[in-house]
């Protein structure tokens, strides 16, 4: 018995092992299919792996998988050769249909006007950027993100400032008069303003600068376009009904880059000693008056996001704050930016509704600076200064002098001014499409956006070295924007080889501004506490005034039409239309006409190609356009009157408003918009099978009609100006993108692209303004010791660029220290007024270099690093023009270099001439950064966190002696390194980035 019990009781145990083994080895079967996002086609041999687990599947010939899994896998993770792998998680499914995204370039999708197509289709000059590819780091402006990684896209920012922008350049300057700025377009409404945007939210640039891209944007569009998409729910793309946390955050450290060498006190007072000056005061003071206004900027910033699709439903909200503390004492911004995207599909996926909801919220503290030598330029003062006076009186009073009225305390400036702005901006943006047949789709896109600024303003009288009492000013500005477009786009493919897709729609778009101002001087007593906050505490004041506005709404009406054929893929065509009025031209000017053409060639496709197995995509595109410019001041067609006051009427002895011209211009009912035209030949490439991709643009791009200022002879006329249509610039140039995959094996994957561009400029004729033979004079030049009209460094003239510098020619000094200039006839004179203008250069550079570089590195390690290079181009350095007479030590401060070599035997004043133009070429290193992938387990609630270490503008090579020479290239006057710009900084910056 007991053995028989013994044999049975091993037996239960056999079975009870038997049991558990076999529930631990039961399985679940997983399948699914796998597609192209875009193109919906299935995906051949993609790998389906459980994370965690062993076994796999690959995809059959219809994308089509099937995999037994045990119940512990919790996540598959997907990949295909060219395509961004996709981790899912299949506990509460077991059918999916996955959708993975091409890393192929020329697969993705671009967005252009009123529409999108695959990169591989496109006709025109399109350049996408997108969130992956941007800039890293410390990255505070969208504009920052794609500095560098466009060709032919110039953006700089000259200077520091935490309120200051980046200025943007398409293909050189296409107007005098008029903007020369892109058209920003973000989720497909146009106008709205970059800045009111948080960068982490932006999924791509799309950037197009040919007329053929361009022409549907009709006279918004000459300067070029760049369409921004924000990020939102992919539909499909979540398994999952979790909800993806992301949160990324940075604090950065800012210093001056460069800081020029001004005199210590000791050296002044060595220096007044060595010249035996009379009129030296010596206060006691060894003040570094740099030191006293800068300081280290700290800032830092916040993103906080929500985000959630399925198939009908997606989202994403988001939530940032930004906070910049300049590097000169009280310059800062405080931003903060709130944001929600929502899709909903409908009616069997027929409809599809989307919202965007955004509110942007900034508060700004500025420092005063530019305007040459005025009285309150900190920047100036502090440069200007004497170094031996203190900063502060013995009873902790600031310290003034009675040297110059023009000479005051600049930490007092910057203590006893109130100088903030308040700004809110909100956008609702709705936009509904609706299916109607499979291959015809109707959607409507509407906007509304509101700006309100409020601005503070108040300065003490003691900020003041001479007698001045206290300033009290405030004042409010709102803008309205209101925009609206209908597009029906219909797609269809006959005969499987002929692929057609027409649109044709409408918009409209309206904007008007109104303000309020009111304003308090010689207040005594100021109230400190006060400021401007609360005008009516000031009962004694000695004159105040109030003034207001309300604009002339402009507005814009537009119908536009395109179609964009293609056979088999190889051969194609696109034309387009677009019909503008505008209230901004004259009464006679009824609609503008505004078209482009363009086709491409797929020579990859022939069969001639089959065999060249080095090239695996070419393709050739040629393109003509006409686009407009309607970016010009409103209401210069037509006189302006506004009420100056009261009058009695002679007749009836009623008191009368008296109204006067308001703008000095008589009107001109045929003023139009100026009329681009633009040749585009483009040739995309790809070798060693996409390897190394690419492409070259070569443009002519030919402005005519510009709008520009005509002197007109009074009497007869009202006013002595009118605007007219005269004059014609040009721009020639070339585009080279080339991307490359250096190196990709398993320890280390290395990416680089190089953007190269080009761009020469030249005036074909000013019209009736060729009578005068100096043409017009632009960029005057302020400072102490420059007096008269002839301050004047450049001259738009027919035959040069744009920026082009006319200067008399410095060739040394005479015996006595005087400058000595080239006359007409070859000789010498030291009298500037005799000598021969000649030009000499042109602030437009010969080439700008971007090269950016990515790093995937063993281990989750990464890095990156992004130089720009601008060569060919020059810089008339104000800043040593300013401060290097030694005449002006030791009463004022100078550079160490104004009273040591060649410069100390000067005894000319500062005069517009070649001696102070540089070259102002440079290689600048824009950004590096390095970071650090941690890894964590599938069946964390952490699914990537990432730290990272950045600098901006850590290095930079120069022969240029001035301040920066990175200078902004927007509108008709630059090439000007001005001494009174905020400082450029170095940034160091720590961070991470998060998901859950």
Request: no cysteine; glycine share 8%.
């Amino acid at each position: 018995m007991n053995r028989k019990n013994s044999i049975l009781g091993r037996i239960s145990l056999m079975i009870l092992v038997l049991s558990l083994t076999f529930v631990g080895y039961s399985q679940v079967n997983i399948s699914g299919t796998i597609l192209d996002n875009i193109t919906k086609e299935p995906l051949v041999g993609a790998y389906v792996v459980p994370v965690n687990g062993k076994g796999g599947a690959i995809s059959d010939t219809e994308g089509k998988f099937t995999l037994n899994v045990i119940p512990q896998v919790k996540q598959l993770k997907v990949t295909f050769v060219g395509y961004t792998s996709q981790t899912i998680d299949i506990s509460n499914k077991t059918t999916f249909e996955i959708l993975l995204v091409s890393e192929d370039k020329l697969d993705e999708v671009l967005v252009i006007a009123y529409g999108t197509q695959k990169k591989s289709d496109k006709t025109g000059a399109v350049t996408q950027v997108t969130s992956k590819e941007l800039n890293k780091g410390r990255i505070t402006d969208p504009i920052q993100g794609m500095q560098g990684k466009a060709a032919g896209v110039n953006i700089s920012k000259q200077g520091g400032d935490p309120n200051g922008g980046f200025s943007v350049n398409i293909r050189g300057a296409a107007s005098i008069t008029g903007g020369t700025g892109p058209l920003y377009v973000v989720d497909g409404v146009v106008g709205i303003d970059p800045t009111t945007l948080n960068p982490d939210d932006i999924e791509s640039f799309n950037i197009l600068k040919d007329a053929a891209s361009t022409s549907l944007y009709g006279t918004q569009g000459s300067n070029g376009v760049i369409i921004i998409t924000t990020r939102g729910g992919a539909f499909g793309r979540t398994s999952s009904d979790q909800i993806k946390v992301e949160y990324n955050n940075f604090i950065s450290f800012d210093k001056v880059a460069n800081r020029l060498d001004f005199l210590t006190g000791d050296q002044l007072r060595q220096y007044a000693s060595d010249v035996n000056s009379q009129n030296f005061s010596d206060n006691g003071a060894n003040t570094d008056w740099m030191d006293e206004i800068y300081r280290t900027g700290i800032s830092q910033q916040h993103t906080l996001s929500f985000s959630k699709a399925d198939e009908n439903t997606s989202y994403r909200a988001s939530i940032s704050a930004n906070n910049l503390m300049g590097v000169i004492n009280g310059s800062s911004r405080d931003r903060y930016i709130a944001r929600l995207n929502i899709s909903q599909k409908a009616l069997n996926d027929k409809l599809t509704l989307t919202a965007r909801l955004s509110g942007t919220f900034q508060k700004s503290n500025f420092v005063q600076y530019g305007g040459g030598s005025s009285p309150d330029n900190v920047i100036y003062q502090a440069m200007r200064r004497s170094p031996t006076d203190p900063v502060y009186n013995a009873d902790g009073t600031y310290y003034e002098s009675d040297r110059s009225f023009q000479y005051n305390n600049p930490v007092a400036l910057i203590e006893q001014t109130q100088n903030e702005q308040d700004a809110k901006k909100l956008l609702g943006n709705f936009d509904a499409s609706y299916k109607i047949t499979d291959n015809l789709t109707a959607q409507i896109n509407t906007a509304y956006t509101r700006d309100d600024n409020q601005s503070f303003y108040a300065q003490q009288a003691s900020a003041f070295s001479n007698t001045t009492n206290g300033i009290a000013a405030r004042s409010y500005n709102n803008k309205n924007y209101k925009y609206t477009s209908e597009v029906l786009n219909y797609n269809n493919t006959f005969n499987e080889k002929h692929n057609l897709n027409l649109i044709g729609g409408h918009s409209w778009q309206s904007v008007s501004y109104d303000g309020f101002r009111a304003e308090a001087r010689n207040i005594d007593p100021f109230y400190e506490d006060v400021q401007s906050n609360n005008l009516q505490a000031y009962s004694q004041i000695e004159w105040g005034y109030v003034s207001s506005y309300r604009s002339i709404e402009e507005g814009l009406a537009s119908v536009f039409s395109r179609a964009i054929y293609d056979f088999d893929k190889k051969y194609y065509l696109t034309a387009s239309l677009r019909r503008d009025k505008s209230t901004k031209y004259g009464d006679d000017i009824e609609w503008g006409t505004f078209w482009a053409v363009s086709s491409a060639w797929n020579i990859a496709k022939e069969k001639f190609m089959e065999n060249v197995s080095l090239v695996s995509e070419l393709k050739l595109r040629v393109g003509y356009g006409l686009t407009g410019n309607a970016d010009i001041p409103n209401g210069i067609d037509r006189v302006l009157y506004r009420p100056t006051g009261l009058a009695q009427n002679a007749e009836t002895g009623e008191l009368e408003v008296v109204w006067n011209n308001n703008q000095g211009n008589i009107s001109n009912p045929n003023l139009a918009w100026e009329e681009v035209n633009e040749l585009n030949v483009g040739l995309d490439f790809g070798l060693l099978k996409n390897r190394i991709t690419g492409s070259l643009e070569i443009y002519q791009k030919t402005t005519k009609g510009l709008v520009m200022e005509v002197a007109v002879p009074v009497p007869p006329n009202i006013a002595p100006k009118k605007y007219e249509n005269a004059g014609e610039i040009q721009n020639n140039g070339f585009e080279l993108t080339l991307n490359a995959v250096v190196l990709d094996n398993k320890n280390l994957t290395w990416k680089s692209t190089v953007a190269l561009s080009s761009n020469t400029q030249e005036t074909v004729t000013l019209g009736n303004l060729e009578t005068n033979q100096l043409g017009i004079k632009k960029l005057y030049v302020s400072g102490r010791g420059l007096v008269g009209g002839d301050n004047y460094t450049q001259v738009i003239l027919p035959g040069h660029e744009i920026g082009s510098f006319f200067l008399p020619v410095y060739v040394g000094l005479s015996g006595d220290g005087k400058f000595l200039f080239e006359t007409a006839s070859g000789g010498v004179t030291r009298d500037v007024t005799k000598a021969q203008r000649q030009f000499v250069g042109s602030a437009q550079p010969d080439l700008i270099i971007g090269w950016s570089n990515y790093f995937k590195l063993f281990k989750g390690f990464d890095a990156s690093f992004s130089l720009r290079g601008i060569f060919g181009h020059q810089i008339f350095n104000v800043t040593k023009m300013v401060f290097s007479n030694p005449a002006d030590a030791p009463t004022l401060n100078v550079l160490e270099s104004a009273i040591s070599g060649e410069a100390a035997s000067i005894t000319s004043d500062p005069t517009i001439s070649t001696y102070y133009l540089e070259d102002g070429d440079f290689i600048k290193l824009d950004n590096i950064s390095f970071g650090y992938n941690i890894p964590f387990k599938p069946e964390s609630s952490i699914k990537n966190l990432r730290v990272f270490v950045n600098s901006n503008n850590l290095w930079m090579w120069t022969k240029y002696t001035g301040l920066d020479p990175e200078l902004n290239f927007s509108g008709t006057e630059f090439g000007r390194d001005q001494y009174d710009v905020y400082p450029r900084t170095t940034s160091l910056t720590i961070g991470l980035n998060a998901s859950f």
